[in-house]
């Protein structure tokens, strides 16, 4: 197997798990900020 082709997929983890970081912390909070705007947040 090429060497660039090697390096590209030893890199693919890292891709996948920054992703999947990065959508759930925005899923959070986006429904964290809908919630707020529209006043479904629950007051303590």
Do not use: C, H, Y
Request: proline share 5%; charged share 20%; hydrophobic share 45%.
């Amino acid at each position: 197997m090429n060497e660039t082709v090697q390096k590209s997929l030893s890199k693919v983890p890292e891709v996948t798990l920054l992703f999947w970081v990065i959508k759930i912390a925005a899923t959070t909070l986006g429904e964290t900020g809908g919630d707020a705007v529209s006043g479904a947040a629950p007051r303590i």
